[in-house]
């Protein structure tokens, strides 16, 4: 294979033929590749020209009105984070980024589960506030896309259309980055993000056109993955390998910095539900389970935990050590024992 596979989710609305195929083949990319391009999804073009023009101008706002919202300043790992601030796979990520997720009350209580340290209220640059509009604009259009999805590979899989609905019908924990990638590479690539999978459900990414440094592992080789004009880069979490016993795949994939003088703008929207969300374990008809493959182990050889908030919380925890220093030291003190 030398490129993922595209995938038109307006089949869906061409007759049940065609639903049915598009179901067939979602089933079919996602237990081989676990990445394919999304077209036909209906986000207006114009949201998407204004998303990324107006996450330039935040990443363009002086470094102070940046830091003013670092992430440091946020128990739930929510804000900016500078270039460097964040670690995948043990390395050092070269990208700035501001993380947003669902505005809500922290939770206070101390007898909750410590996931719900991730539940709280985001950063926003006051000397930006149509970023907020945007973003809750694109938020409302992807969770429709990937709710789409999620229905599709339910009757793709042999389980009623609603069997995930549950579990994003009460306080879904979606989240939302928008990066920016600072050209750091000469002739030796430079890790933009290190290898991993993602933790959740769900990841539909838009990259600004013309912009490479994606790229996924098939088969042991890494496949380049650079943006298609209006489509999606879509890929499955943990939580729906785990919830289909490994037939569906959690893919591992990086991303290279940029040549030096050059930079990339990438927006992925990861579709989670509630943070104390036990996935349901489908039970796929005879056929398909016979193929399922079990579940993948992180390359940091740690099982997919069951609930999606301990899945959550431990990326977190991993990736920004300095939050975790500052707000949540007693989970420093806890692991030592």
């Known amino acids: 294979m030398i490129s993922l596979p595209v995938l038109d989710l307006s089949r869906l609305d061409q007759g049940p033929a065609e639903a049915q195929a598009f179901r067939d083949e979602l089933r079919e990319v996602t237990h081989t590749v676990g990445f394919f391009y999304l077209t036909g999804h209906g986000v207006p073009s114009a949201l998407i020209d204004e998303l990324i023009a107006v996450s330039r101008r935040f990443f363009d706002l002086p470094e102070e009105q940046k830091l003013a919202i670092e992430n440091v300043h946020s128990p739930q790992f929510r804000g900016y984070t500078r270039v460097g601030g964040e670690l995948t796979a043990g390395g050092v990520d070269w990208r700035e980024q501001i993380d947003i997720g669902i505005d809500r009350e922290a939770v206070t209580d101390p007898a909750a589960d410590d996931y719900w340290r991730l539940e709280g209220p985001n950063l926003w640059p006051e000397q930006l506030p149509e970023l907020r509009e945007v973003v809750d604009r694109w938020t409302s259009e992807l969770n429709a896309v990937a709710m789409r999805l999620m229905r599709a590979w339910a009757l793709a899989l042999g389980s009623p259309e609603s069997v995930f609905d549950e579990a994003f019908a009460d306080h879904p924990f979606s989240l939302l980055k928008i990066v920016r990638y600072p050209g750091e590479s000469t002739d030796t690539p430079k890790q933009g993000v290190g290898s991993h999978r993602d933790g959740g459900v769900l990841t539909l990414l838009m990259v600004e056109p013309g912009k490479?440094?994606?790229?996924?592992?098939?088969?042991?080789?890494?496949?380049?993955?650079?943006?298609?004009?209006?489509?999606?880069?879509?890929?499955?979490?943990?939580?729906?390998?785990?919830?289909?016993?490994?037939?569906?795949?959690?893919?591992?994939?990086?991303?290279?910095?940029?040549?030096?003088?050059?930079?990339?703008?990438?927006?992925?929207?990861?579709?989670?539900?509630?943070?104390?969300?036990?996935?349901?374990?489908?039970?796929?008809?005879?056929?398909?389970?016979?193929?399922?493959?079990?579940?993948?182990?992180?390359?940091?050889?740690?099982?997919?935990?069951?609930?999606?908030?301990?899945?959550?919380?431990?990326?977190?925890?991993?990736?920004?050590?300095?939050?975790?220093?500052?707000?949540?030291?007693?989970?420093?003190?806890?692991?030592?024992?």
């Open 212 to 337: 490479g440094g994606l790229q996924v592992e098939h088969d042991g080789e890494w496949i380049e993955a650079p943006p298609m004009p209006g489509a999606f880069v879509v890929n499955i979490g943990e939580m729906l390998e785990l919830a289909t016993g490994g037939y569906l795949k959690a893919t591992l994939h990086r991303v290279e910095s940029p040549k030096v003088g050059s930079e990339r703008i990438s927006i992925p929207f990861f579709f989670n539900p509630a943070l104390d969300t036990v996935m349901p374990r489908l039970e796929l008809p005879a056929e398909l389970a016979a193929e399922a493959r079990g579940l993948s182990v992180d390359p940091n050889d740690s099982p997919i935990l069951e609930t999606y908030g301990e899945n959550a919380l431990r990326y977190r925890l991993r990736a920004h050590p300095n939050v975790v220093e500052i707000h949540h030291a007693d989970l420093l003190q806890r692991a030592a024992r």
